[in-house]
């Protein structure tokens, strides 16, 4: 199952901002965390940033902090990452996903309290020097 889309990457210059959207397919998300996650070529998938179901709390990594703003509306039916500044070490391919759990402690690293369920196939983005 592909409940998940991401729409908006592209190529941009450094210094550039992208708006990637997430859109879920037949379904909403609003009992769901919902999270962004992105690999670079050759490298291991790592957490960028997520919001809540309630939309109280958001959550970066440190390497977009201040640069990246996520958001959702619509019972999590649509999300985005919003892209500022943005730098080379930035290209990867960008997943959307969606996620169950109790507490806050599996956000940003899936442990057994939760993990994301749903995800997206993923969007380029790369950044140009």
């Known amino acids: 199952q592909v409940p998940l889309v991401e729409l908006g990457g592209g190529l941009v210059q450094a210094g550039g901002s992208l708006r990637l959207s997430c859109v879920a397919d037949?379904?909403?998300?609003?009992?769901?965390?919902m999270a962004w996650f992105r690999q670079a070529s050759g490298k291991e998938r790592e957490f960028v940033a997520a919001?809540?179901?309630?939309?109280?709390?958001?959550y970066y990594a440190d390497s977009v902090k201040g640069r990246f703003t996520i958001s959702a509306d619509n019972g999590n039916k649509r999300m985005y990452l919003q892209m500022n500044s943005l730098k080379p070490e930035d290209t990867a391919v960008y997943y959307c996903?969606?996620?169950?759990?109790?507490?806050?402690?599996?956000?940003?690293?899936?442990?057994?309290?939760?993990?994301?369920?749903?995800w997206g196939q993923g969007t380029q983005v790369t950044v140009s020097s």
């Open positions: 919001i809540t179901s309630s939309g109280s709390n958001t």
């Open positions: 037949g379904r909403t998300f609003s009992n769901y965390a």
């Open positions: 996903a969606a996620g169950t759990g109790y507490g806050s402690s599996w956000i940003m690293r899936p442990t057994e309290s939760g993990t994301y369920d749903y």
